[in-house]
């Protein structure tokens, strides 16, 4: 498999995994845990998981490099987990997703302004093309956007600005690491907080022999597992073939699961809202353009 076509699979995987991570925090959510617990086994199952990877990744990734694999799973991972899961217990699911949108922007000006990347019109227009399909697709929907919860919303903003900045601190210190490495050391540095985080919310006083508790678990574990483990090294792989914007750019993938989720649920999906998917696949074919 050539480069061009495994970094296309890649994007594509991506964007099915991180475009499901809503309903899973939603189902956990729903399921009667607080935004903290579901975050926290999001962070803890993930961490547990690549666990066994951890060591190896110590030695494997010189001291001087350690403070940037911090922050990178702080930024990239465990400070977004909370925000998102915060935010969508108040805010409507579509300005989630336009606000996500704004990571690549963010990883332009980040980028531009703190890490010298290479930055053309060409990758602009194309940013914006997808920025635009993705602000006009709720509306295509005959929704309108809720914009009562305005402070929930800058949490998701805050989640987008730290994605941007992990994506160039990858793209400039961590790209020549193994993925797994610089994901499963990360995730190493968030088992304390993340298990310490989740006890203090009373978690093992549930009751888990309701059906609804075990069923958020199982989403919150999912979408730890699926969602951040995997996910994260896929991401970083991404990464380190393609350069931080167009790993960026997933998040105009996520919208065309979305739109597969809704036909699932036997949803109404018009041709508005397929149009507002080409223009976001239109933006990332742009921006691919734009090299150097």
């Not at 579901?38 to 961490?47: D, E, G």
């Not at 915060?86 to 980028?111: K, Y």
């Not at 022999?209 to 979408?223: C, D, G, H, V």
Request: proline share 4%.
């Amino acid at each position: 498999m050539n480069h061009t076509i495994t970094k296309w699979v890649l994007f594509i995987v991506l964007s099915i995994i991180w475009g499901s991570s809503f309903i899973l925090m939603k189902l956990g959510i729903n399921g009667g845990f607080s935004a903290y617990q579901v975050a926290s086994i999001r962070m803890l199952s993930a961490a547990l998981f690549l666990l066994p990877f951890a060591y190896k990744a110590f030695k494997n990734i010189p001291s001087i490099h350690r403070k940037y694999v911090i922050a990178s799973g702080l930024l990239g991972s465990f400070f977004p987990a909370f925000l998102y899961c915060i935010a969508e217990t108040r805010i409507d699911s579509s300005l989630a997703g336009i606000l996500n949108a704004l990571t690549p922007l963010f990883t332009i000006v980040v980028g531009s302004l703190f890490f010298n990347m290479p930055t053309n019109r060409v990758k602009v227009i194309g940013v914006l093309v997808g920025l635009i399909g993705l602000i006009l697709l709720p509306f295509a929907g005959g929704k309108a956007v809720n914009l009562a919860d305005i402070s929930y919303s800058l949490l998701v903003l805050l989640a987008t600005l730290f994605y941007g900045i992990n994506v160039n601190v990858v793209g400039r210190y961590l790209k020549t690491f193994s993925p797994i490495h610089v994901v499963s050391l990360s995730f190493s540095f968030i088992l304390i907080p993340a298990a310490l985080i989740l006890f203090s919310t009373g978690f093992l006083q549930l009751d888990f022999s309701k059906p609804e508790y075990s069923n958020a678990l199982l989403a919150s574990a999912t979408l730890g597992i699926g969602g951040t483990a995997i996910a994260g090294i896929l991401f970083y792989q991404l990464l380190k073939m393609a350069g931080p914007l167009f790993g960026s750019l997933v998040t105009y993938g996520m919208p065309f699961i979305a739109v597969g989720w809704g036909i699932y649920f036997q949803e109404s999906v018009n041709l508005m809202q397929i149009g507002c998917l080409a223009i976001i696949l239109a933006g990332v074919y742009i921006v691919n353009q734009g090299r150097g």
